[in-house]
C-alpha cells in the first residue's frame, strides 16, 4: 500500500474459485490450490462445516468436471481429503496427535463423577444426523419444552452449560431436579437442544408443535403427574 499509495484493496470474487490469482508471478493451478488450503485444513484440525462451506466457493471452478460436486455432501473430513488424493497426508498428520478417545474417556469419567456428587439425573438419547439437523429449526426441542412446562404448571427451567476441552455439557433445573445427558457436543446451542431433547424423549413429550400447546403421548402429564 505505501508503494501504490492507495487507502485500501479489494479481493475480486474470481479469488472464490482460485484464491491464487494474486500470486506472484502467476496463479497456480484449482487443484494445487484447493491441495494447499487442504493441508492447512488438516494441520489445524478445520471442523467438517467449514471445510463444506470453502469448498463450495470453490465450486464454480469444477462445473465443467464435477457438475454436481458430489464432495460437498461427504459427512466425514477423511473422504474429502481422500478425493484430493491427501489421504495419505491425513492419515500421518491425525496419527502423530493424542488419541481422542483418552480425552473423552477422561471427559466421561469427570462428568460420572459430577453425577454422583450432585445427584444429576442422566438422560438416554440417541442423536442421530437427522434429530442434530433438527436442533436448528424454528420449533426446536427447547421451545417444545418450555412451552409444555408452563402449559403443565411447572416453573421456568433453568439452563447452564459447562465446557471441558472444547466438550459442552449442559444441564437442567426443573424445580428440584437437576438433569444432563451424554455428550460429547461441540457447541452451547447443541448441547442445550440435545438436552432438551433427552428430556422429551425420557418423558414422552411429542416432539412436534400443537397450537394449544405439547402434551404427551399419554394425554396431558400436569406438575403432580
Not at 433445573?173 to 431433547?197: C, E, V
Request: aromatic residues 14%; proline residues 5%.
Amino acid at each position: 500500500m505505501e508503494d501504490t499509495a492507495v487507502d485500501s484493496i479489494m479481493i475480486a470474487r474470481a479469488a472464490w474459485h482460485n484464491p491464487s490469482i494474486f500470486r506472484d508471478p502467476e496463479p497456480v493451478s484449482v487443484k494445487e490450490a484447493v491441495q494447499t488450503y487442504m493441508r492447512y485444513s488438516i494441520d489445524y484440525e478445520a471442523e467438517l462445516h467449514i471445510l463444506k462451506y470453502t469448498m463450495a466457493k470453490f465450486r464454480g471452478a469444477f462445473k465443467e468436471n464435477e457438475p454436481n460436486f458430489q464432495i460437498c455432501r461427504y459427512m466425514e473430513p477423511r473422504l474429502i481429503y481422500e478425493y484430493f488424493e491427501l489421504g495419505k497426508y491425513y492419515e500421518d498428520v491425525t496419527s502423530k496427535r493424542p488419541k481422542e478417545s483418552s480425552s473423552l474417556d477422561e471427559f466421561h469419567k469427570n462428568k460420572r463423577m459430577k453425577l454422583d456428587d450432585h445427584n444429576y439425573k442422566l438422560l438416554k438419547a440417541e442423536f442421530s444426523p437427522s434429530v442434530m439437523q433438527s436442533f436448528r429449526s424454528k420449533v426446536a426441542p427447547r421451545q417444545i419444552l418450555n412451552q409444555w412446562l408452563t402449559v403443565n404448571g411447572f416453573d421456568s427451567p433453568k439452563y447452564w452449560t459447562t465446557e471441558d476441552n472444547r466438550i459442552f455439557t449442559s444441564y437442567l433445573q426443573i424445580d428440584n431436579d437437576i438433569y444432563t445427558t451424554d455428550g460429547p457436543f461441540k457447541n452451547k446451542r447443541t448441547a442445550i437442544q440435545a438436552l432438551a431433547y433427552a428430556y422429551c424423549i425420557h418423558f414422552h413429550i411429542e416432539l412436534r408443535h400443537y397450537k394449544t400447546g405439547p402434551k404427551t403421548k399419554s394425554g396431558t402429564l400436569n406438575k403432580d403427574g
